[in-house]
């Protein structure tokens, strides 16, 4: 088995280069990938996501800040940057255009080796309201009924 540190070096480097192919390499092929923005299931899904990641932050960067090793798991914590310059897809087909603004947060993960040595699950976890305030968007909370 792939040892799940190397594992999760090779995922940030992935992600860092912008290198979605090298990303899906990190993932099993019915991989589960679940952030803030929705659930992504297989590479399909998985390669959209940071697809639309790269698109609207060029020029991302994440710094770990700290990290475990919990049997087949891995969490990780680290700070994202980038400045949102193009087009953000939502799930749903929302579109954020570029705002030009940095966006500056911490963020934290878990992600989890299946059987194959790669990742069998990933989870995201970030404040998506400092998210999208950074980025300028236009919220507006309406009550429910």
Request: aromatic share 10%.
């Amino acid at each position: 088995m792939t040892e799940i540190g190397a594992l999760l070096d090779a995922l940030t480097d992935a992600i860092g280069s912008q290198d979605e192919e090298r990303v899906l390499r990190c993932f099993g092929a019915r991989a589960v990938f679940v952030t803030p923005a929705g659930v992504m299931e297989g590479h399909e899904q998985i390669g959209w996501y940071f697809r639309q990641l790269f698109t609207a932050f060029p020029d991302m960067h994440n710094e770990t800040t700290a990290r475990t090793v919990l049997d087949d798991t891995i969490v990780v914590e680290w700070t994202f940057s980038g400045t949102h310059t193009g087009v953000l897809l939502l799930p749903g087909g929302t579109e954020i255009t570029g705002t030009g603004r940095r966006v500056v947060l911490p963020a934290a993960g878990a992600y989890t080796m299946g059987d194959d040595g790669v990742f069998a699950s990933g989870r995201v976890y970030y404040d998506q309201l400092t998210f999208y305030r950074q980025t300028g968007c236009d919220l507006r909370l309406r009550p429910t009924a």
